[in-house]
C-alpha cells in the first residue's frame, strides 16, 4: 500500500506540474525516479495487450500494462490535474513570484542532482546537453498564436502538448498557451467538477466533449512518443538524458520568478528582471527561502529515493 501511495503522490506531483505554464510533469517523473518506467509503461498498451485480456484474462493483461504501476500514478496525475487545477490558478494570478521561486528551487536542484547521477564525461554529451538548452530555450521564446475555437484544433493542441509534458523541461502548459488554448483547456479542467456539481446537460454536454477531445489527443501524442523515447532509452541512454537534462536548463528562465509584463499587439510579453529592479514588492526574503525549499524538497526526495 505504501508503494502505491507514493506512486500516487508523484503522479499529484506530475499533474501540479503540468498545470504551470513553465514546469514539466516530465521532470517530476525523472527526478522522482519513475521517467523510464513511465514510458516504457505506455509503450506496453496495444493490441496485443487487448488480445491478452481476451484470450488469457484481466490478471495477464493487467502485468502485461504494468497496471500496478501506472493506475495510482494516473490517478495521481488525474487529481493533480482536476483538484489542484484552481488553487494553481490562484497562486499564479496572486502569488506568481512565490509559486515560481519554489519551482524554480525545485528544477534548479534537480539538474545538478541529474548531472551528478549520471555523470556526463563525454564531449558528445554536453554537446547533446547544449543542443537541448537551445531547443527549449528557443521553445520559450516564441510568441503566443491566437486562440480556437475548433475541437480539432484543441485535439492537435492537446497531442502536441502531452508530448511536451513527457519531455523535462518543456512545458506542456507552456505549449497551451503558445497554441493559443490554455485558458480553454484550464477552463474545461475546472468545469468538469463544477458541471457534475450543478449539472445542467447542455453544460455537461459541451464540457465533455472537449474533455473527450483533449482526452484523445493525449491518448494519442502519449502513444506516438512513447515508443519513441522507450527506444532511446534502452539504446542512448546517457545521449538521451543529455538532451532532457539540456531541456530543464533551457526551461529555467522561463520560470525565473521576477518578471515585468507589456502588452503590445494584444499579446501580453514577459521579460526577466533582476530581483532588485523589480517594480512592485519583489518578495524576495520568502521567495529566496522558497528557492531553497523546493532545492531541499528535490534533494530529499532524491535520498529517499537511493534508499529504496
Known amino acids: 500500500m505504501r508503494k502505491y501511495l507514493l506512486l500516487y503522490f508523484k503522479g499529484l506531483l506530475m499533474g501540479a506540474a503540468d498545470i504551470v505554464p513553465g514546469v514539466s510533469g516530465g521532470t517530476m517523473a525523472l527526478i522522482t525516479g519513475i521517467y523510464k518506467e513511465l514510458i516504457s509503461s505506455i509503450d506496453q498498451i496495444n493490441l496485443k495487450q487487448l488480445r491478452l485480456l481476451y484470450q488469457e484474462g484481466f490478471t495477464v493483461f493487467w502485468k502485461g500494462v504494468n497496471g500496478s504501476f501506472l493506475l495510482p ?86 497531442m502536441i502538448a502531452i508530448i511536451a509534458m513527457i519531455l523535462p523541461g518543456i512545458s506542456g502548459a507552456f505549449i497551451f498557451i503558445l497554441l493559443g488554448v490554455y485558458k480553454e483547456v484550464l477552463a474545461t479542467v475546472k ?83 533582476n530581483p532588485l529592479h523589480f517594480d512592485g514588492d519583489a518578495q524576495l526574503g520568502i521567495a529566496v527561502a522558497l528557492i531553497f525549499l523546493g532545492a531541499a524538497a528535490l534533494i530529499l526526495l532524491e535520498r529517499y529515493a537511493l534508499k529504496k
Open 191 to 273: 468545469g468538469a467538477i463544477e458541471v457534475l456539481i450543478d449539472f445542467d446537460w447542455l453544460s455537461f454536454k459541451a464540457v465533455y466533449t472537449k474533455v473527450v477531445v483533449i482526452g484523445l489527443g493525449i491518448v494519442i501524442g502519449l502513444k506516438l512518443f512513447s515508443r519513441l523515447l522507450t527506444w532511446l532509452f534502452i539504446h542512448k541512454k546517457e545521449a538521451t538524458l543529455s538532451v532532457l537534462i539540456g531541456f530543464m536548463i533551457g526551461a529555467l528562465p522561463k520560470i525565473w520568478p521576477w518578471k515585468e509584463s507589456a502588452t503590445i499587439e494584444d499579446q501580453t510579453l514577459f521579460t526577466n528582471v
Open 73 to 158: 500514478l494516473f490517478l495521481g496525475i488525474a487529481s493533480g490535474i482536476l483538484f489542484l487545477s484552481g488553487a494553481i490558478t490562484y497562486l499564479l494570478d496572486h502569488h506568481p513570484i512565490l509559486l515560481w521561486s519554489f519551482f524554480f528551487g525545485l528544477i534548479l536542484a534537480s539538474i545538478y542532482v541529474l548531472i551528478k547521477q549520471f555523470s556526463l564525461k563525454a564531449f558528445t554529451h554536453y554537446s547533446l546537453l547544449i543542443l537541448g538548452f537551445i531547443i527549449a530555450f528557443g521553445i520559450t521564446q516564441l510568441k503566443p498564436a491566437g486562440a480556437s475555437n475548433s475541437l480539432f484544433y484543441l485535439f492537435f493542441s492537446s
